[in-house]
């Protein structure tokens, strides 16, 4: 089992920037993957970014390209996710995951564990 708390969400205006963290414990955190996801009222959960196990590769939704960043350290069980010129339509629900498996990981349905997520919301 892995558990992972998301935090560091909140309210900021358009073009400001928040700093998501999430903090796993459980099994070994440098054997995953950890992954980004975000859900709006009324939409699907949708992918924001990944980081490898090494933290050596990334990869993002070209939505957030350029703006968002992910980064790890894993003397720390920790996963960073840096948010600058927020939208509005960057306003969701966001969730850390952690995946075995370093494939498909844009996609949420192959994901083991999830947190509980944190709100961001940006204010036009």
């Known amino acids: 089992q892995v558990q992972l708390v998301e935090s560091g969400g909140g309210l900021v205006q358009a073009g400001g920037s928040l700093r998501l963290s999430c903090a796993a414990s459980?099994?070994?955190?440098?054997?995953?993957?950890m992954g980004w996801f975000r859900q709006a009222p009324g939409k699907v959960r949708e992918f924001v970014g990944v980081?490898?196990?090494?933290?050596?590769?990334?990869d993002y939704a070209d939505s957030v390209k350029g703006r968002f960043t992910i980064s790890r350290d894993n003397t720390k069980n920790t996963v960073s996710l840096q948010m600058n010129s927020l939208k509005p339509e960057d306003t969701a629900i966001y969730y850390c995951?952690?995946?075995?498996?370093?494939?498909?990981?844009?996609?949420?349905?192959?994901?083991?564990?999830w947190g509980q997520g944190t709100q961001v919301t940006v204010s036009s």
């Open positions: 980081i490898g196990r090494s933290g050596g590769y990334t």
């Open positions: 995951a952690a995946r075995l498996r370093e494939y498909d990981l844009r996609f949420s349905v192959g994901y083991d564990y």
């Open positions: 459980g099994r070994t955190f440098s054997n995953y993957a």
